[in-house]
């Protein structure tokens, strides 16, 4: 069951179903407004985005340039770890900062979570990862280069 058709598809199913998600969330916001406070979390959604336009996105254009100065083994691993490293920091954001300021008064059980240590132990496993990529790309050229 392959074909072009099935490509065409997929993508639609995919952002119906995120849709979907997205519609149910905001609902859940709105009807429980009491607990959610939803001008605070509409505050918050907008400036995480923002952030992901005014500051993920130039750091990405920046980290692109200054990798293009490192072997050509280690760039792509490099490049990745930071782009990954980005994206989980720009989303781990949320917890962090709500730990640090108290999101809703009196509720202690709304960020159990120490996310700082969370986060930090979500980029150790991604920079091994790609550190053990690199490392054997680096190996591979060495020894095509022997050849």
Known sequence: MSGPGVWRRGPRVLVAMGCGVLLYGIVGLLRHAAV????????????????????L???VIVVGVLTTRLSR???PAVRAGLIVSGSLILIATWGVVGQIREVQ??????????????????LGPVWLALLIVAFTQARRRARRAAR
């Open 73 to 75: 083994a280690f760039a």
């Open 105 to 122: 008064p009196g509720n202690n059980e709304i960020l159990p979570n120490h996310y700082a240590t969370s986060l930090a132990l979500m």
């Open 36 to 55: 959610t406070t939803p001008a605070a979390t509409t505050v918050r959604w907008v400036l995480i985005l923002m952030a992901n336009d005014l500051v």
């Open 57 to 59: 996105m130039p750091a």
